[in-house]
């Protein structure tokens, strides 16, 4: 029996499970978890393990005690002893903290590794900022399937954006204000657009491999400039890191739309950089030979390989006293899209104000885009206390576009039953080129043991934008009995080749100065808080000019072959007299150009400002405490413009000045170290745009368009509540409430002036915008999951057009008897141009930190939305909402090399734009198909893009 029981002892005893030893790694200083860290057993090295997302771990070993081995590239290893737990107690965690090989302090303590550039540094910036922040960082960035910021910049909470004809993001809309409404920094400092009427900037063409991070800030403090209303975006470029870095990347891919039709280009090297008027003088009359025909010679390939590669190196020197970075980005991608169009009209010949479809465009997009970025900093500590640094950035983009059209008439000779209808073709050739250059020198410097804080920075900033030779071939053909006629070149107005270019260039200067009369007197503050002192004061001043010029010339050609019999020269058959676009003989309607159009203008823009700020604070982020940070801020403007020609009856120049006083109150309550409570107001405003301003008239089919030169610029009262709960360094939980008040926000509406309507800018009383965002973070070993959702709503009264039938039954009546329409204004209530009253993120990840793999699916939907509004009642187009899933893997190896997969808009959702109306004569036209009961106006097809890759770091 004792055998018997002793027997079952040992088998129980040989079967009873491992010791399990479970820990999280986390660096020394900031707290963060270390994700990728290896951990061993010293007694036995074959046992061990890599930690997760959320920097956990888990061995089994035989031991209950023993020593783990932890190491992880840029950090000191360590060795920590364990034991485990006895039977019948809870298990206890083991917290390795490593140390940083590599120490600088500095503004910004940088350990190993940049402020921003990792998921905890990340939280951690917007933990510790006096405003409301969200922020990517550079490990997220790099993870994603992303390669521009404007596609990066769609995952953060409250932002959509409005895409290109490519599909691509190009635009940040922030909490449902348009693009007008917000800013874009580099490093902090604010950059001109290569927009030839507006100053917002797109943001696709920044590669974003070059950031350390993405800010988004919004709310605003006293410090920062004051004309955002949505936000402001921060582009925090790669910083010099505390140890030698070097990474190498390079991949290829394609985008499958190209698979099942031709991708179309044309020889850009062939559009001439300068106009006629440009080379030869104004009285110089523009002759045939004078324009390229080479540039029109359309090629039809196969889908073409992407390209794109990237470098950044840097280093510290001079036993830590000299900073250097320098990285670099090239990306040549192609796009494209697959577009139904229908040119829309309101009903004028009843009081219905129903959408008419007055013609069907089946149009495809070839473009080939090539990007590529540079940036280079330099930081020198002169003394401890004495830091100077200059930044330089330039980006280039460009794209070359085949916009090919295939228009059918519905209005005149259609008749779909007898296969009768009327064609035209448009093919454009359009070369594109936007580039951006900054340079800033900025100087830190500390006195009296660092109680006195004086910065400053000189800023010299260009973007430029060009599209030269921009030109469109027109020709026609007709449908009878559903056979094609000849194809001729239109006769009056076969082509029209156009030059635009604009440069917008900055001279800034920004000085701040900041004391700290006294600080807490505490101990170490905990790994990772807030240790700013209780008390300091700052004020400060900016100014800036601004000059921009604006360039436009475009001049008409007409079909003429004078070897052909008098009477049908310019009768120019497809087939016989012509087989390709280049071989078309035409002669120049309009030899002198149209230099006279109000495109040709220059601005000017002058901003001094001046600032004072407190900060305050009461207790420490280990324990309860609360922060203010208030101050007001004053800003003159002066702004103006100089039509290069005279125009009748238009004044050649303008401008309008203004002081604004902009109070801004922040406060944050902490009640413990990882959550806080947040509460904001600020004053902001929104400046006209360059070209609003300008008393300008252009005559369209059945409006005009004019500029405003009484525009008023406007101004926003904002306010935020907002709850954020850090539950580990790399986790987050946000929950906020928006309120917005907008004081003659500036829209487009229909204005009486004098005998005339007019299409134009104006302000329209009051708008209001609120919401509410949602953001979480969370992170399970070797999964993680961000999430994130904003409901907007807003609301503005604008003026619109409205057909109504004459009351008067003495008024004379139409030929059919019915009672003649009259045409009248009216206030409609809608909400704000680009607004989307729903916008969500979710994303998956997953790290395998032992095998390497890193993987990630993100979803992002941007709901309903106003996309244009119409000059008339109930006629706006609205935008479907629009789901995108993207993925993302890369593998990881020892050797430092990487292989990583991006691929994007998986699902090639269609993009739907809509008038929320249906007129049943509509259905009548073949292939037009209706959505949820409005009119399509246009469904666009974007296909997926897939890229592979390798990186390489040293």
């Known amino acids: ?175 449902g ?26 943001l696709d063409i920044f590669p974003s491999e070059l950031l350390d991070r993405l800010e988004v800030t919004k709310s605003l403090t006293a410090d920062m400039e004051g004309d955002a209303v949505g936000g402001v975006v921060n582009l925090a470029m790669k910083d010099a890191p505390a140890r030698r870095s070097a990474t190498v990347s390079v991949s290829t891919g394609y985008n499958a739309l190209f698979f099942s039709r031709p991708f179309y280009a044309f020889d850009a090297g062939a559009a001439a950089k300068a106009s006629p008027y440009e080379l030869y003088g104004e009285s110089y009359p523009a002759k045939a030979r004078d324009f390229s025909g080479n540039l029109v010679r359309l090629r039809a390939g196969g889908a073409p390989p992407a390209m794109s590669a990237g470098f950044s190196y840097g280093d510290r020197l001079l036993d830590g006293r000299v900073g250097v970075m320098l990285a670099g980005s090239y990306q040549n991608t192609y796009r494209g899209s697959n577009s139904a169009y229908y040119g829309a009209a309101t009903a004028t010949s009843d009081a219905s104000n129903l959408p008419v479809l007055t013609d069907k465009n089946d149009r495809t997009y070839s473009e080939q885009h090539t990007r590529y970025g540079l940036h280079a900093k ?5 003394a401890p206390q004495h830091r ?86 027109h020709t026609q053909s007709t449908v009878r009995g559903g056979a094609e006629q000849l194809t001729s070149v239109v006769t009056l107005g076969g082509a029209d080749r156009r030059w635009e270019h604009n440069a917008d260039e900055d001279w800034a200067g920004y000085l701040n100065l900041a004391w700290t009369p006294f600080a807490v007197e505490a101990d170490e503050p905990a790994a990772g808080v807030d240790s700013r002192p209780a008390l300091q004061l700052s ?29 049908s020269r310019n009768n120019l058959i497809e087939g016989v007299d012509w087989s390709d676009y280049s071989e078309i003989k035409f002669m120049v309607f309009t030899p002198h150009g149209a230099v006279g159009n109000p495109l040709n203008y220059d601005a000017s823009e002058r901003i001094a400002a001046g600032y004072g700020q407190v900060r305050w604070r009461v207790g420490a982020d280990n324990r309860p405490s609360l922060h203010l940070t208030a101050g007001v801020r004053a800003e003159a403007t002066e702004q103006g413009y100089y039509l290069k020609h005279a125009i009748a009856g238009v004044p050649n120049s303008g401008s309008q000045r203004y002081v604004d006083y902009l109070p801004s109150v922040n406060l944050k309550y902490s009640p413990a170290g990882n959550r806080c409570i947040r509460a904001s107001y600020y ?61 003659n926000p500036i829209e487009y509406g229909m204005l009486v002036q004098g005998q005339g309507t007019f299409y134009m800018p104006t302000n329209f009383g009051n708008a209001t915008n609120y919401g509410l965002e949602l953001d979480v973070t969370k992170y399970f070993y070797a999964f993680g999951v961000k999430a994130n959702y904003t409901f907007t709503q807003s609301q503005i009264t604008t003026t619109k057009l409205l057909s109504y039938n004459n009351p008067d039954p003495a008024a004379a009546a139409g030929a059919d008897g019915s009672p003649l329409l009259l045409v009248k204004n009216v206030a409609q209530t809608r909400p704000l141009n680009g607004q989307s009253r729903h916008v969500a993120n979710a994303t998956l990840l997953y790290k395998g930190a032992r095998s390497g793999w890193d993987a990630q699916l993100a979803l992002s939907y941007t709901g309903e939305r106003l996309y244009a509004v119409s000059r008339y009642v109930d006629n706006d187009i609205w935008q479907s909402g629009y789901l995108q899933l993207d993925a993302a893997m890369e593998k990881k190896f020892k050797s430092g090399v990487s292989l990583f997969a991006k691929a994007t808009n998986l699902l090639n959702t269609p993009m739907l734009r809509y008038i929320k109306k249906q007129n049943a004569a509509n259905e009548r036209v073949e292939g037009y198909e209706s959505y949820r009961g409005n009119t399509t106006v246009r469904c666009d097809y974007y296909g997926q893009a897939m890229q592979l890759g390798a990186r390489y770091r040293f």
């Open 1 to 175: 029996m004792r055998c018997s029981l002793l027997l079952a002892a040992m088998l129980l005893a040989g079967i009873a499970p491992a010791a399990s030893i479970k820990g999280i790694v986390k660096d020394a200083k900031t707290g963060e978890e270390l994700v990728g860290a290896t951990i061993m057993l010293k007694e036995e090295p074959t046992k061990g393990a890599i930690s997760g997302l959320n920097g956990s771990f888990a061995i089994s070993a035989s031991q209950s005690s023993g020593v783990l081995v932890c190491s992880y590239l840029g950090y000191r290893a360590e060795e920590v002893s364990f034991k485990s737990p006895e039977a019948g107690r809870a298990e206890a965690g083991v917290t390795i903290r490593l140390e940083p090989a590599h120490v600088e302090v500095d503004e910004v303590v940088v350990f190993g590794q940049a402020a921003g550039d990792a998921e905890a540094g990340a939280r951690s910036v917007e933990r510790i900022s006096p405003s409301v922040m969200s922020v990517v960082s550079a490990k997220a960035i790099e993870l994603s399937p992303d390669v521009t910021v404007a596609n990066v910049i769609q995952r953060v909470s409250g932002v959509s954006v409005e895409r290109s004809s490519s599909g691509d993001g190009q635009y940040a809309i922030l909490r």
């Open 177 to 202: 204000m348009d693009k007008r409404y917000s800013y874009t920094l580099i490093n902090g400092v604010k950059i001109p657009s290569p927009d030839n009427k507006n100053r917002f900037v797109p």
């Open 378 to 382: 330099l930081d020198y500590r002169i």
């Open 388 to 473: 100077l640094m200059w930044y330089n950035a330039y980006m280039d983009f460009s794209e070359a576009q085949v916009r090919d059209n295939r228009k059918t008439d519905l209005s005149i000779g259609y008749n779909p039953e007898q296969g009768d209808y009327n064609l035209s073709f448009d093919t454009r050739f359009r070369l594109n080129r936007q580039s951006m250059a900054n340079s800033t020198l900025k100087g830190v410097h500390r006195f009296g043991e660092g109680a006195i804080k004086l910065d400053w920075s000189g800023v010299y900033a260009r973007a430029f934008s060009e599209t030269p030779d921009n030109t469109s071939i």
């Open 539 to 567: 004020a400060g001043a900016m100014y800036r000019d601004k000059q921009r010029s604006n360039f436009f010339n475009q001049y008409d050609f007409r079909p003429y072959d004078e070897s052909k019999p008098e009477g």
């Open 683 to 743: 004053k902001s405003i929104n400046r006209p745009g360059f070209f609003e301003i300008v008393p300008y008239r252009i005559l369209n089919e059945d409006f005009t368009e004019a500029g405003n030169p009484d525009l008023k610029h406007t101004v926003a009262h904002n306010a935020e509540l907002r709850y954020e709960y850090f539950p580990r360094p790399s986790e987050q939980l946000m929950a906020g409430l928006f309120y917005k008040r907008l004081e």
